[in-house]
């Protein structure tokens, strides 16, 4: 450990090396009895280093601790000091910068205590190859800025709700409004809050977020000095009862006529003061007209949209004429989308943060190679199921993900530079992880690595509405972030939210059929984004269906499912 470095980290105004210059320039005569002064107090500094490093305790310094001993460079770095050990047990430090503001995505001048995860996630992920768009930064502060005019507390909220209580719309609001409602599945709702939030970049729209049961307790205020939390007294409070035959959706207003959606209709005098927009994945065929370029200019004039989903809608957006120059330049590299805007929005509340940080240090931190396996199991009755074991060591180890095992039981002697790998496994079963653990146990590895197998939580089955059920859930797709290489399962936004925050391709397992493991068993996707389930396959112009999979080059049929559609990084056939 570099001793110096850390003295000239820490901010003592009166530390030893202050009092020796000070010393120096106003009594150079008393230079030498300083000298004889510091001299225990370094032996004996020097001899609780050597305690401190026969007992172990630097050789596994946690990323917080090093956060500490770096402190902040400048507006957006850390520097991590970090000591490695050699083979002759010899040790060398290595200064690591770290952007804490991710190439600017973040926004500076949070109260770093409120959120630990906003600033510090970076000492625990690698960087992210894909650098956010100056455009998209740009439209990011404006929004900010957008946020703290027309949010909760706010003069203009306050007349916005005034006239959303009056029933009718205005020619021109001030602040427009998406309110989006809490719904479904946490990983759901991570996806569909994100595609809200695109939605409302797009639009110039506030974005407010039913807190439902959990959101606070699970994220954190993405946006500086503004809430985009509901207020409780907000006067449309019948969410519970919203759905596909709701009288106030879009959908139903355009087929009882109750509104236009033709170029020259649907005066501003004419149209209500909220719509409901029912994206769920149950939603009709007037409902879907959402992705229509018509319908968008409706909407345009409709101050308040609550809107509910359990998809990814971003793909379609990408369909609408009306953006297309807008979402080109916010996200030049097309299969970034998810990428970037969840991790300027889902930071993890402390209390989420604890849940990650002391697994990741406990069992990760110390593996020179993570892998995450991400197991979601659709068959009905009690697992494990051998054929989706099979599927799980049929990937990894065609994939080279893992290593085999020595069939013989031979004894394989480690040498101290065989690489050891972490496996952070995710499911609601503990059966794959324990069969998958005994078998490197019990087993030696062919290229002799050292193979861990570690799974937080086994709650059995889905618990949508518990807290803590929600939180274990947050802090696994976090986890699983974090790793190097990555496997998930078809048909599971779980592994989506992980992928996309990771920004990683991961081996995706395809769903088994007749309880028989798929062959190949999984194939590596074609980018990072999330796939969406039930997107429109309509025409808006021509008014009739068409495949929604080849009229662009960058959105494309999801490897997972062959109808719903991707974002991939792709401007030409």
Same mark, same amino acid.
């Given at each position: 450990?570099?001793?110096?470095?850390? %003295?000239?980290?820490?901010? $003592?105004?009166? &530390?030893?090396?202050?009092?020796? /210059?000070?010393?120096?320039?106003?009594?150079?005569?008393?230079?030498?009895?300083?000298? %004889?002064? +510091?001299?225990?107090?370094?032996?004996?500094?020097?001899?609780?280093?050597?305690?401190?490093?026969?007992?172990?305790?630097?050789?596994?310094?946690?990323?917080?601790?090093?956060?500490?001993?770096?402190?902040?460079?400048?507006?957006?770095?850390?520097?991590?000091?970090?000591?490695?050990?050699?083979?002759?047990?010899? =040790?060398?430090?290595?200064?690591?910068?770290?952007?804490?503001?991710?190439?600017?995505?973040?926004?500076?001048?949070?109260?770093?205590?409120?959120?630990? =995860? %906003? !600033?510090?996630?970076?000492?625990?992920?690698?960087?992210?190859?894909?650098?956010?768009?100056?455009?998209?930064?740009?439209?990011?502060?404006?929004?900010?800025?957008?946020?703290?005019?027309?949010?909760?507390?706010?003069?203009?909220?306050?007349?916005?709700?005034?006239?959303?209580?009056?029933?009718?719309?205005?020619?021109?609001?001030?602040?427009?409004?998406?309110?989006?409602?809490?719904? $479904?599945?946490?990983?759901?709702?991570?996806?569909?809050?994100?595609?809200?939030?695109?939605?409302?970049?797009?639009?110039?729209?506030? +974005?407010?977020?039913?807190?439902?049961?959990?959101?606070?307790?699970?994220?954190?205020?993405?946006?500086?000095? /503004?809430?985009?939390?509901?207020?409780?007294?907000? #006067?449309?409070?019948?969410?519970? =009862?919203?759905?596909?035959?709701?009288?106030?959706?879009?959908?139903?207003?355009?087929?009882?006529?109750?509104?236009?959606?033709?170029?020259?209709?649907?005066?501003?005098? /004419?149209?209500?003061?909220?719509?409901?927009?029912?994206?769920?994945?149950?939603?009709?065929?007037?409902?879907?007209?959402?992705?229509?370029?018509?319908?968008?200019?409706?909407?345009?004039?409709?101050?308040?949209?609550?809107?509910?989903?359990?998809?990814?809608?971003?793909?379609?957006?990408? +369909?609408?004429?009306?953006?297309?120059?807008?979402?080109?330049?916010?996200?030049?590299?097309?299969?970034?989308?998810?990428?970037?805007? &969840?991790?300027?929005?889902?930071?993890?509340?402390?209390?989420?943060?604890?849940?990650?940080?002391?697994?990741?240090?406990?069992?990760?931190?110390?593996?020179?190679?993570?892998?995450?396996?991400?197991?979601?199991?659709?068959?009905?009755? #009690? &697992?494990?199921?051998?054929?989706?074991?099979?599927?799980?060591?049929?990937?990894?180890?065609?994939?080279?993900?893992?290593?085999?095992?020595?069939?013989?039981?031979?004894?394989?002697?480690?040498?101290?530079?065989?690489? /050891?790998?972490?496996?952070?496994?995710?499911?609601?079963?503990? &059966?794959?992880?324990?069969?998958?653990?005994?078998?490197?146990?019990?087993?030696?590895?062919?290229?002799?690595?050292?193979?861990?197998? !570690?799974?937080?939580?086994?709650?059995?089955?889905?618990?949508?509405?518990?807290?803590?059920?929600?939180?274990?859930?947050?802090?696994?797709?976090?986890?699983?972030?974090?790793?190097?290489?990555?496997?998930?399962?078809?048909?599971?936004?779980?592994?989506?939210?992980?992928?996309?925050?990771?920004?990683?391709?991961?081996?995706?397992?395809?769903?088994?059929?007749?309880?028989?493991?798929?062959?190949?068993?999984?194939?590596?996707?074609? $980018?990072?984004?999330?796939?969406?389930?039930?997107?429109?396959? !309509?025409?808006?112009?021509?008014?009739?269906?068409?495949?929604?999979?080849?009229?662009?080059?960058?959105?494309?049929?999801?490897?997972?499912? =062959?109808?719903?559609?991707?974002?991939?990084?792709?401007?030409?056939?």
């Amino acid at each position: 450990m570099d001793m110096k470095r850390i %003295r000239r980290h820490q901010s $003592s105004p009166a &530390g030893p090396s202050d009092l020796e /210059s000070n010393g120096a320039s106003r009594h150079g005569a008393e230079k030498r009895p300083a000298s %004889r002064f +510091l001299r225990p107090v370094m032996i004996l500094l020097a001899c609780l280093m050597l305690l401190l490093v026969a007992s172990g305790a630097f050789r596994s310094l946690s990323l917080d601790r090093l956060r500490r001993v770096g402190g902040v460079q400048g507006m957006g770095e850390f520097e991590v000091i970090a000591r490695q050990g050699s083979e002759n047990g010899s =040790s060398a430090s290595s200064s690591i910068r770290k952007d804490k503001l991710l190439g600017g995505l973040l926004a500076a001048g949070f109260d770093e205590e409120s959120c630990l =995860s %906003r !600033y510090q996630a970076v000492l625990y992920r690698k960087e992210s190859p894909h650098l956010p768009s100056p455009y998209l930064l740009e439209r990011l502060r404006k929004h900010e800025v957008l946020q703290r005019k027309c949010g909760p507390n706010t003069e203009l909220y306050n007349k916005a709700v005034e006239q959303l209580k009056s029933g009718q719309s205005i020619e021109t609001a001030e602040c427009n409004y998406v309110v989006w409602i809490s719904y $479904s599945g946490l990983g759901n709702r991570v996806l569909t809050l994100a595609s809200a939030f695109l939605y409302a970049l797009l639009t110039n729209r506030v +974005l407010l977020i039913d807190r439902g049961a959990d959101m606070a307790d699970l994220f954190c205020e993405p946006f500086p000095e /503004s809430s985009w939390l509901l207020p409780l007294d907000f #006067p449309v409070n019948q969410f519970n =009862s919203f759905d596909i035959k709701a009288p106030q959706s879009y959908g139903n207003m355009l087929e009882k006529k109750v509104i236009s959606n033709s170029v020259d209709g649907g005066s501003t005098g /004419s149209l209500p003061a909220y719509v409901y927009l029912h994206l769920d994945h149950d939603y009709g065929d007037f409902d879907k007209l959402f992705f229509c370029e018509d319908d968008q200019r409706v909407l345009q004039k409709i101050p308040w949209l609550v809107l509910k989903s359990d998809n990814y809608f971003v793909p379609s957006l990408f +369909l609408i004429p009306t953006y297309e120059e807008e979402l080109h330049q916010l996200f030049p590299e097309k299969d970034t989308v998810f990428h970037h805007l &969840g991790r300027y929005l889902f930071h993890p509340t402390n209390t989420v943060w604890g849940l990650i940080t002391r697994y990741y240090q406990s069992y990760l931190a110390k593996a020179e190679e993570k892998v995450g396996i991400q197991v979601r199991v659709f068959d009905t009755g #009690p &697992g494990p199921f051998q054929h989706v074991l099979d599927q799980i060591l049929g990937c990894s180890l065609k994939e080279k993900l893992l290593p085999d095992i020595s069939a013989a039981h031979e004894s394989v002697v480690s040498s101290p530079t065989v690489r /050891s790998k972490a496996v952070l496994m995710t499911s609601l079963n503990s &059966g794959y992880y324990e069969k998958i653990r005994n078998m490197y146990w019990e087993n030696p590895t062919v290229t002799g690595e050292i193979i861990s197998v !570690y799974q937080p939580s086994h709650e059995e089955y889905q618990q949508t509405g518990k807290q803590m059920h929600n939180m274990k859930a947050w802090a696994e797709m976090y986890l699983l972030s974090l790793s190097d290489v990555l496997v998930t399962s078809a048909w599971s936004t779980f592994g989506y939210v992980a992928q996309g925050l990771g920004g990683l391709k991961p081996w995706i397992m395809f769903k088994p059929e007749n309880e028989t493991a798929p062959d190949p068993p999984c194939h590596r996707v074609m $980018s990072m984004e999330p796939c969406f389930h039930a997107p429109p396959f !309509y025409d808006c112009k021509a008014k009739r269906g068409v495949d929604t999979g080849a009229l662009v080059p960058h959105v494309k049929h999801c490897e997972d499912m =062959s109808w719903g559609l991707k974002l991939v990084d792709q401007d030409e056939w």
